[in-house]
């Protein structure tokens, strides 16, 4: 006779295979149906004392505490019913034997969860580090996310969750560490973007731009720190941790190397070439990190001398002054702004990226009438490039105003 084969899905998103094909359960007392299969399946082969599902699965209802023995008997014959509603043969799932429960004779079953611990133990049993990334690799493929997320509230699947979760940790760390020291600099900068969409909490960002630092690919690592520290901050409302400073300084200094090196080999018309642009250039275009140092450097500084630096916090907007929510048109309208500061402000001032439809600019020995004539400036400029519909919002900012806003909270 042949098998019905099961694959139990537990790590991001629970699911079921039956024979190749996804099956729902009823939505009827679907949680207890998901803890019952996710319960029994973890266990693998050994299976789970009837005590011990019992707890585990009714553990959050005092009302069926006295009775567990009933509750459980009816919670499995009611499952088998739905189950073979959705399309699992008789509805056999798993059998009762020994004070165990099992998986049925008739099912060859699997669970993510299991081959996932599976794979971790070679990993840690092999000898050879190639040997180790091979199944660590096959670890970290299988792992989608926590543990039955949706029912992490309750005990038992909250602690599963966390010991995967840091069998997961490890295999990042042994495979970004392998990756690097082969020097195979792109399988280590898609270890730690693959593991940031699962958790952009853990810094894992950090491991990505080194990579792309390593990789000597600037750009990715720059447009990467500036995307990190803009979500922490906006979303988070924290700061640069410490890790993520060490890593900016780390890049600045590899790419000044970089810079460093190529000045050095250029031609002496590139040389006199550059230091054209230089003289010529328009104003200075840096991260959010850098902006914020520089700000409260100079506007201390020029304090003492009765001067000072305002930001100007510029917004694009549609021809109604609203937000623009549309991402492509968003993008290009940006891309003409950022051309647009470029051309018009002074070669002593600075930009950088703010947000998704906002530019921050740092000027210098400005008043208030300065600031505004720049914002007009830059809108007339912007209108020529993108269109006569472009508008541009705009917030004057000084240092002492900054200070006001912080000494007030």
């Known amino acids: ?7 139990i899905k537990t790590l991001g998103a629970f699911g079921i295979e039956c024979n190749g094909k996804e099956i729902t359960l009823g939505r009827n007392r679907a949680s207890k149906y998901i803890q019952l299969v ?59 034997s020994d004070g165990l429960y099992k998986a049925d004779p008739s099912v060859e079953a699997a669970a993510d969860n299991v081959e996932f611990t599976a794979f971790i133990n070679n990993a840690r049993n092999s000898e050879k580090d190639e040997d180790k990334a091979k199944s660590y690799q096959k670890a970290f493929d299988i792992y989608k996310g926590n543990f039955l997320p949706e029912l992490n509230e309750l005990y038992w699947i909250s602690k599963k969750s966390e010991d995967l979760r840091t069998l ?32 952009p909490d853990c810094e894992w960002q950090v491991g990505e731009i080194d990579a792309y630092r390593l990789m000597k ?12 520290i803009r979500y922490y901050a906006e979303e988070l409302g924290i700061a640069p941790t410490d890790n993520m400073q060490r890593c900016y300084q780390e890049l600045q200094d590899a790419a000044f190397s970089e810079d460093h090196a190529t000045s050095q080999d250029s031609s002496e018309n590139g040389l006199k070439s550059g230091l054209v642009l230089e003289e010529e250039g328009g104003p200075y ?74 530019y921050l600019v740092l000027l210098t020995g400005t008043g208030v009438e300065e600031c505004m004539l720049v914002h007009r400036r830059l809108q007339d400029r912007l209108k020529v490039l993108a269109g006569p519909r472009a508008t541009l919002n705009y917030r004057i900012i000084s240092y002492a105003d900054m200070a006001a806003e912080n000494d007030e909270e």
């Open 1 to 7: 006779m042949k098998k019905t084969k099961l694959y």
């Open 38 to 96: 996710a319960r029994v399946f973890s266990a693998g082969s050994e299976g789970v004392k009837k005590e011990d599902l019992q707890d585990d699965i009714y553990s959050e209802d005092l009302n069926v505490k006295s009775n567990l023995n009933n509750s459980m008997n009816n919670l499995i014959y009611q499952f088998r019913k739905v189950a073979e509603k959705a399309g699992i043969p008789g509805g056999n799932v798993f059998v009762f």
């Open 168 to 199: 997961y940790e490890e295999c990042v760390d042994f495979l970004a560490g392998y990756y690097r020291a082969t020097g195979n600099y792109e399988a280590m900068a898609k270890i730690f973007h693959n593991a940031s969409a699962i958790d």
């Open 217 to 228: 690919d600037y750009k990715r690592a720059y447009s990467l720190y500036e995307e990190m």
């Open 285 to 358: 275009e840096c991260l959010y990190p850098e902006m914020r140092a520089s700000y409260q450097i100079l506007s201390r500084n020029m304090e003492r001398h009765g001067l000072t630096v305002f930001l100007l916090l510029l917004t694009i907007a549609d021809y109604e002054g609203k937000e623009i929510r549309q991402e492509e048109k968003a993008e290009r309208r940006m891309e003409s702004l950022r051309v647009a500061i470029n051309e018009t402000l002074r070669h002593g001032d600075a930009f950088c990226r703010y947000s998704r439809t906002q």
